[in-house]
C-alpha cells in the first residue's frame, strides 16, 4: 500500500509544501492582533482577533452563523451562475464575430478596467444597501473575467478547426 518512502519522510514534504503559505497567514495575523492591541488602530477601525472570535462563537451558539453563511452563498451561487454564463456566451459570440467585437470590445475593454471598488458606491447607489448590491459586485468581477478569458479562448482556436464544421 505504501509508495516506498516513509511516512515521516512523506510528512516532513508536505509540512514543508504548506509551511510557507501558513508562515505568511501567521504573519498577518500577528500584525493584526499587534495593531489591534497597541491600540494603533481602533476597534470602530478594524476588531481584533479575540472580538472576531467572540462573534463567531456567538453565532455558533444562537444558530445564526450557519442560516447567515447559507444566505451569502446562496447569493453568490446566484451571481456566479448569471454572470458566468452571460460571460461565457458573449465571450463566444464577440469571439466569433468580428463585427460585434469591434463595437463591444472597446466598451468591456472600459468597464473592466474600472476598478472593483469603484463599483461599490455606484452599486450602493443603485441598489441600495441590499442584496441586489452584493449580486451586482460579485456578477460584475465574474462576469469580465469569464468574458476575457472566453475570447481569449475562442480566438486561439485555429481557423483550421473553424472551419472542420
Not at 504548506?18 to 489591534?36: C, D, E, K, M, R
Not at 451558539?61 to 452563498?73: C, E, H, K, T, V
Request: with cysteine.
Amino acid at each position: 500500500m505504501g509508495t516506498g518512502v516513509p511516512l515521516g519522510a512523506r510528512a516532513y514534504a508536505a509540512a514543508r509544501a504548506v509551511g510557507p503559505g501558513i508562515l505568511s497567514f501567521a504573519l498577518i495575523f500577528v500584525a493584526w492582533y499587534a495593531l489591534t492591541a497597541s491600540g494603533l488602530v481602533k476597534p470602530i477601525s478594524m476588531a481584533s482577533p479575540a472580538a472576531v472570535g467572540a462573534v463567531l462563537i456567538g453565532g455558533l451558539r444562537d444558530g445564526s452563523l450557519w442560516p447567515n453563511i447559507a444566505a451569502s452563498l446562496e447569493r453568490l451561487v446566484l451571481s456566479v451562475s448569471v454572470a458566468g454564463a452571460l460571460g461565457i456566451a458573449c465571450g463566444v459570440l464577440v469571439g466569433i464575430s468580428r463585427r460585434l467585437a469591434a463595437f463591444v470590445e472597446p466598451l468591456a475593454g472600459f468597464f473592466n478596467a474600472v476598478s472593483g471598488i469603484v463599483w461599490l458606491p455606484l452599486a450602493i447607489t443603485w441598489f441600495g444597501l441590499d442584496w441586489k448590491t452584493v449580486l451586482f459586485v460579485i456578477g460584475n468581477t465574474v462576469f469580465f473575467i469569464l468574458f476575457f478569458n472566453t475570447l481569449v479562448g475562442v480566438r486561439a482556436v485555429p481557423s483550421v478547426y473553424e472551419q472542420a464544421v
